[in-house]
């Protein structure tokens, strides 16, 4: 693990933490970093299409409690290493990027902690290394067999997912969300979210990230790995204590997914935040990142 001189581009002076890079399963990651060293570990995994940088909010009240934490762009994302090939971005592949990042820390087990394709990665991890999470929380994204099931099950979970089959062809996605400045990035996530959740700010650094060389080819790849390969877990249950926090306006997912992926979780509850949509943990930082802290503490 090294610790990069002075900060990236684009790095928000105010956000507390330093940029450090770790090697992990064979890619380079770029991680932010803040809180006490010797804090109990936190890892916070974002989703698509973001980076490090959808935790922004939590970063300090985390690091105020007394934790560690620990947020990487994923593999594929951002500053971090983008390996070409589609097979370099399977559930199995991502899920060791974690537990190889928990080893570099030097920390036994994490609070794990994910939204979307990051709270997918996290469900996997829970599932296959157990004994390397302290607690898990997943955030608009459900137990990857409830995935699996509605998308066999309801035609309109099928419909809402329509951009994975779209993000399937080659090279066509990326042209088209690279048009006019990343515009339908942009009007898809204003659109999905609540008015003002996302600013000018937010999406300059947005632009910035998906600017990097190979960077969108690489996000889109974990849709494509995902379709190619249908993983299945090898375990069922989740053994570890779990939360699952839910905006219950998600344009993407069914809301009944979250109460069904708690249902398969020894010890499991659900947060359901009825006036937010898939971006919850920006539009009710303060709740989400309270709650967080209070079921790490408990």
Known sequence: MNVESGTPEGFPAQEPGESVYVETNGVRLHTVQAGPEDGPLVVLLHGFPEFWYSWHDQLRPLANAGYRVVVPDQRGYNLSDKP????????????????????????????????????????????????????????????????????????????????????????LPELVSRFHGWDMLVRTMRRTSLPGTFTVAD??????????????????????????????????????????VWGARDKFLRKSMARESVNLCDDGRLMLCEDATHWVHHEEPVRVSDALVEFFDE
């Open 84 to 171: 070409k090939s589609i097979g370099a971005y399977d559930l199995d592949t991502l899920a060791r990027d974690v537990v190889g990042l928990i080893d570099e820390t030097g920390a036994e087990k994490a609070y794990l902690v994910g939204h979307d394709w990051g709270a997918m990665v996290a469900w996997w991890v829970a599932l296959h290394y157990p004994d390397r999470v302290e607690k898990l929380c997943t955030i608009n994204v459900p137990h990857p067999h409830v995935l699996g099931r509605s998308l066999r099950r309801h035609w309109d979970q099928k419909l809402r997912s329509w951009y994975v089959v779209f993000f399937q062809l080659p090279l």
């Open 203 to 244: 999406f300059e650094r947005y632009r910035e990230a998906w600017s990097q060389p190979g960077a969108f080819r690489s996000m889109l790849n974990w849709y494509r790995a995902m379709v190619r390969s249908r993983p299945r877990p090898k375990e069922m249950r989740v053994t570890v204590p779990t939360l699952v």
